[in-house]
């Protein structure tokens, strides 16, 4: 079922993200130099695949979300993207191994509060039935 594949692919998207930051978070708090490294796999996740993943969201999902009564949680996933996105400016931005271990720190802490956030606040409020309309919705409208 076209449904159950792109539900589990959502959440094992939201799941890795998650890990991936954690294991971030722990790498630049510990070594800076470490973190350091992280730098270009970490810039081409976030305008990768995580850009990816934002912009369905903002193209496909909020759209119908707000539809459901979710307008003021919706409001704070866009506000998360955008420091999200601002975050992978400064570290592309960065050019000492401190400021690279703090933008791969932040990026790292956005992307947990993000992932976080819509799984606390977001998913939850849909029911099974609500969810399969809404990505039904979707993929019935060519995004």
């Known amino acids: 079922m076209e449904f159950e594949r792109m539900m589990k692919q959502l959440f094992t ?3 890795s993200a998650r890990a991936m930051a954690a294991r ?3 790498i630049a708090q510990r ?5 350091a490294q992280e730098r270009v796999s970490l810039l081409a996740f976030l305008r ?12 496909s999902m909020f759209p119908l979300l707000v ?20 975050e992978a ?7 000492t191994d401190e400021a690279t271990a703090r933008a791969v ?9 993000h992932t976080n956030f819509e799984g606390d606040y ?7 039935t609500e969810w399969h309309n809404l990505v039904k919705a979707t993929m019935t409208t060519g995004e």
Do not use: C, F
């Open 13 to 15: 998207e939201e799941d």
């Open 24 to 26: 971030l978070m722990e």
């Open 31 to 35: 070594d800076i130099h470490a973190a």
């Open 48 to 59: 990768g695949p995580m850009e990816r993943h934002m912009a369905y969201e903002e193209a």
């Open 67 to 86: 539809e459901h009564g979710l307008g003021p949680e919706v409001e704070v996933a866009i506000k998360q993207h955008a420091a999200i996105r601002k």
């Open 89 to 95: 400016e400064n570290l592309e931005a960065a050019t």
């Open 105 to 113: 720190y932040l990026a790292a802490r956005l992307m947990m509060h």
């Open 122 to 128: 977001i998913y939850p409020e849909l029911s099974r």
